[in-house]
Antibody
Framework: QVQLQESGPGLVKPSETLSLTCTVSGGSITESYWSWIRQPPGKGLEWIGYISTGGNTNYHPSLKGRATISVDKSKNQFSLEMSSVTAADTAIYFC???????????????WGPGTLVTVSS | EVVLTQSPATLSVSPGERATLSCRASQTVSISLAWFQHKPGQAPRLLIYGASTRATGIPARFSGSGSGTDFTLTISSLQSEDSAFYYCQQYNKWPPYTFGQGTKLEIK
């Protein structure tokens, strides 16, 4: 059974870079696409981006280049960096894995429990 | 971007009764729609994919229907543990993948 766990600082200062890591257990990180999704307080879920089995990335257009997702296959982990954060980036951040169907990513099959990141000075 | 609109925002239903949740897409997503259950502090749980296929381990009282732009999640014979937020998500037209704003289901 695949399990995901997010880790990283819970508090980030405005204008700095948010960094989170997701550890995948019970499965290989080379067998899926891996996404970051966030939920601001009192709001809905927003997909941030994914990294593919081949290391290709795709991001939400609204993030305007602030997000970078990378993978460390040796540790079965993938990471998110988001630069120039503001209070609007305060959210619960989830990592998730997508089912692949004939190499095309589908729905989010596996999720971590999420981690709260607060942007404040 | 495909906008998903869920209704109602909050639903209060008695145990043993049926809950019907709606998700409407701003453009067709075929049957590429999933439903998730989320209890705060826990990982979201996949309930339905392909609009109507139950995920592994999901009880038969959860059912999904619809195609194109209109979708429904029905939970029959409600139990107390069904109290949660429910989200729909489309994976037909991306990026970005999009979610509905959620329905909060309360068990009276």
């Amino acid at each position: 059974q695949v399990q995901l766990q997010e880790s990283g600082p819970g508090l980030v200062k405005p204008s700095e870079t948010l960094s989170l890591t997701c550890t995948v257990s019970g499965g290989s990180i080379t067998e899926s696409y891996w996404s970051w999704i966030r939920q601001p307080p009192g709001k809905g879920l927003e997909w941030i981006g994914y990294i593919s089995t081949g290391g290709n990335t795709n991001y939400h257009p609204s993030l305007k280049g602030r997000a970078t997702i990378s993978v460390d296959k040796s540790k079965n982990q993938f990471s998110l960096e988001m630069s120039s954060v503001t209070a609007a980036d305060t959210a619960i951040y989830f990592c998730a894995g997508q089912l692949l169907l004939r190499g095309v990513p589908q729905y989010f099959l596996h999720w971590g429990p999420g981690t709260l990141v607060t942007v404040s000075s | 971007e495909v906008v998903l609109t869920q209704s109602p925002a909050t639903l209060s239903v008695s145990p043993g009764e049926r809950a019907t949740l709606s998700c409407r897409a701003s453009q067709t997503v075929s049957i590429s729609l999933a439903w998730f259950q989320h209890k705060p502090g826990q990982a979201p749980r996949l309930l339905i994919y392909g609009a109507s296929t139950r995920a592994t381990g999901i009880p038969a009282r959860f059912s999904g229907s619809g195609s194109g732009t209109d979708f429904t999640l029905t939970i029959s014979s409600l139990q107390s543990e069904d109290s949660a937020f429910y989200y729909c998500q489309q994976y037909n037209k991306w990026p970005p993948y999009t979610f509905g704003q959620g329905t909060k289901l309360e068990i009276k």
